[in-house]
T-cell receptor, first 116, second 112 residues
Framework: GAGVSQSPSNKVTEKGKDVELRCDPISGHTALYWYRQSLGQGLEFLIYFQGNSAPDKSGLPSDRFSAERTGGSVSTLTIQRTQQEDSAVYLC??????????????FGPGTRLTVT | DQQVKQNSPSLSVQEGRISILNCDYTNSMFDYFLWYKKYPAEGPTFLISISSIKDKNEDGRFTVFLNKSAKHLSLHIVPSQPGDSAVYFCAASFQGAQKLVFGQGTRLTINP
């Protein structure tokens, strides 16, 4: 079946503009995650959705960042008033969490965001 | 505060030899560890994992070793192949927190 897809693959935006990044998880996966990778860094957790539970937003770096997941499937990460330090690759992952424990997360190809 | 550390940014190994990638962690609450492999312009791909109740997990050419007392894990690839050239990320998590904490990555280059 299809893997995790993300759009756009690349986004260049001017400082101060808002951007929306989209993620389509693997069908049937109950959990969805957003990470970002800045240049030369590891992946940094942003937010996690699990079923109908309240999302874990503990990784969002500022209130300019928000995310939603509609219908338990597609997710949109929104960055308002972008800053140059927001430039990074934004990665989405999904997993099938059927109980307690840790599960393999499957990643999309990412969206490379460049703020000029 | 870097909870998961990969202290070697790069590693070069000859084809056919063993590649050993290392990872250290500081949070003793971590109970599940994973290795991901990443090619340029692609998302990370899951490689192998290990639960804290084990000290070794093997899958084909890939073996992960966990030393809980030293808070250290390693990934062994043997024999190394040119297609193994990629960036390898170590990641950790603990029950109740599904998010993964990643290291900075190690770029592995396999030389023919």
């Amino acid at each position: 079946g299809a893997g995790v897809s993300q759009s756009p693959s690349n986004k260049v935006t001017e400082k101060g503009k808002d951007v929306e990044l989209r993620c389509d998880p693997i069908s049937g996966h109950t959990a969805l995650y957003w990470y970002r990778q800045s240049l030369g860094q590891g992946l940094e957790f942003l937010i996690y959705f699990q079923g109908n539970s309240a999302p874990d937003k503990s990784g969002l770096p500022s209130d300019r960042f928000s995310a939603e997941r509609t219908g338990g499937s597609v997710s949109t990460l929104t960055i308002q008033r972008t800053q140059q330090e927001d430039s990074a690759v934004y990665l989405c992952a999904s997993s099938y969490n059927y109980g307690q424990g840790s599960y393999e997360q499957y990643f999309g190809p990412g969206t490379r965001l460049t703020v000029t | 505060d870097q909870q998961v550390k990969q202290n070697s940014p790069s590693l070069s190994v000859q084809e056919g030899r063993i590649s050993i990638l290392n990872c250290d962690y500081t949070n003793s609450m971590f109970d599940y560890f994973l290795w991901y492999k990443k090619y340029p312009a692609e998302g990370p791909t899951f490689l192998i994992s290990i639960s804290s109740i084990k000290d070794k997990n093997e899958d084909g050419r890939f073996t992960v070793f966990l030393n809980k007392s030293a808070k250290h894990l390693s990934l062994h690839i043997v024999p190394s192949q040119p297609g193994d050239s990629a960036v390898y990320f170590c990641a950790a998590s603990f029950q109740g927190a599904q998010k993964l904490v990643f290291g900075q990555g190690t770029r592995l280059t396999i030389n023919p």
